[in-house]
């Protein structure tokens, strides 16, 4: 059975996600295909769009526009499952929406350090208080 939330893990998994974050925020392209397994393997289901395999995820990410990507942060829970898987999942919000953002990552630790092999992004309303 997998060791949950090593301490030294999840600071690790932490790192990545903020550095992604920061990279989706800027709209850093050259980070976020970093941050991506380069496999065909990788899949993202976003809000409009499926994307199957590491080369439309990248495709995805140069077409797309810089413009309106600020959003804030709500309920971010982080997981580690041994030492080189984790899934990183939390609630956004953009100015000005009135939806309310879901976003789950799979993160695994290769070689070349921790990157995305699944995620999943959708906008809900938001539920009634």
């Known amino acids: 059975m ?8 999840l600071a690790e998994v932490k790192a990545a996600f903020e550095r992604y974050e920061v990279a989706l925020t800027t709209n850093d ?9 380069q ?24 077409a797309r526009s810089p ?3 600020q959003r804030t942060l ?6 580690s499952y041994g030492r080189d898987f984790a ?3 939390t609630l956004f919000r953009r100015a000005g929406g009135n939806k309310l953002g879901r976003q789950q990552q799979s993160w695994v630790r ?12 959708s906008l809900i309303d938001p539920p009634a208080a």
Not at 29 to 37: I, N
Not at 110 to 121: D, K, L, N, Q, T
């Open 2 to 9: 997998p060791e949950i939330d090593l301490p030294d893990v």
């Open 29 to 37: 392209v050259e980070t976020l295909d970093e941050l991506f397994s």
């Open 39 to 62: 496999k065909p393997t990788t899949v993202r289901l976003g809000i409009a769009e499926n994307l199957f395999g590491y080369e439309a995820i990248k495709a995805f990410r140069a």
């Open 67 to 69: 413009q309106g990507l």
């Open 74 to 79: 709500e309920n971010t829970v982080i997981t």
């Open 87 to 89: 899934v990183a999942s």
């Open 110 to 121: 290769f070689p070349e350090g921790w990157r995305v092999v699944a995620a999943h992004v």
